[in-house]
């Protein structure tokens, strides 16, 4: 079984500091990790992904994540924080590419994150 | 734009009446999902096809919901007799083949459904 627990359902940080979005898993698998940014009445957007390559992942707008197998977390950050960065963020397990169960594609409950000036 | 294409964008309906909403995947996808997703929640799986085939199926996917995809390219999603509770924004998604499978997903921009 799969799951994922999106440790914050909303953080605000001012503008120009770091970001911090937690995410902790559990599979029995050896899983493939994303993140995905969705802005107001937009579909969601894939910031980044973990697929047993590299263990700490660069994504877009200067977001990374670091997979920690020991601690079963895929946590978001980004050194400085946009306006533009305002936004609902959400962790997914999967089982991997070649997986036959699309039903095993888990999404966390979400973050939003806010801006302040 | 070669991007996933919902449509219409948004849906206002009385209770009791029937919806269709439409998906249009990236053209070489031949994987296609619907989710649906209530405000504060993430996606919330509801099936997946397989070019034409309809491989899954969540048991959120009541009796009065279909989806087809009948010629493997866009895919329709009807609610029949819709109650408010269905009231939700209804993402699609599609993915290339497993040969060329990374995991990644692209979203449609969903189809926003209030029920009156």
């Known amino acids: 079984a799969q799951s994922v627990t999106q440790l914050d359902s909303h953080v605000s940080v001012s503008e120009g500091t770091p970001v911090l979005l937690r995410c902790n898993y559990s599979?029995?698998?050896?899983?493939?990790l994303f993140w995905y940014v969705q802005h107001p009445n937009k579909g969601l957007q894939l910031l980044l992904k973990?697929?047993?390559?590299?263990?700490l992942v660069k994504g877009i707008n200067g977001f990374e994540a670091e997979f920690k197998k020991s601690e079963t977390s895929f946590h978001l950050t980004k050194p400085s924080a946009h306006m533009s960065d305002a936004a609902e963020y959400f962790c997914?397990?999967?089982?991997?590419?070649?997986?036959?169960?699309?039903?095993?594609?888990?999404f966390g409950s979400g973050t939003r994150l806010s801006i302040r000036p | 734009d070669t991007g996933v294409s919902q449509n219409p964008r948004h849906k206002i309906t009385k209770r009791g009446q029937n919806v269709t909403f439409r998906c249009d995947p990236i053209?070489?996808?031949?994987?296609l999902y619907w989710y649906r997703q209530t405000l504060g929640q993430g996606p919330e799986f509801l099936t997946y096809?397989?070019?034409?085939?309809?491989?899954?199926k969540s048991r959120l996917l009541s009796d009065r919901f279909s989806a087809e995809r009948p010629k493997g390219s866009f895919s329709t999603l009807e609610i029949q007799r819709t109650e408010q509770g269905d009231s939700a924004m209804y993402l699609c998604?599609?993915?290339?083949?497993?040969?060329?499978?990374?995991?990644?997903?692209?979203f449609g921009e969903g189809s926003r459904l209030t029920v009156l």
């Open positions: 998604a599609s993915s290339l083949p497993r040969d060329r499978n990374t995991g990644e997903l692209f």
């Open positions: 599979s029995s698998y050896s899983p493939s």
């Open positions: 973990y697929t047993s390559a590299a263990t």
């Open positions: 997914v397990v999967s089982p991997g590419a070649g997986y036959s169960s699309a039903s095993k594609i888990i």
């Open positions: 053209s070489e996808h031949n994987r």
């Open positions: 096809f397989q070019n034409e085939a309809q491989l899954e």
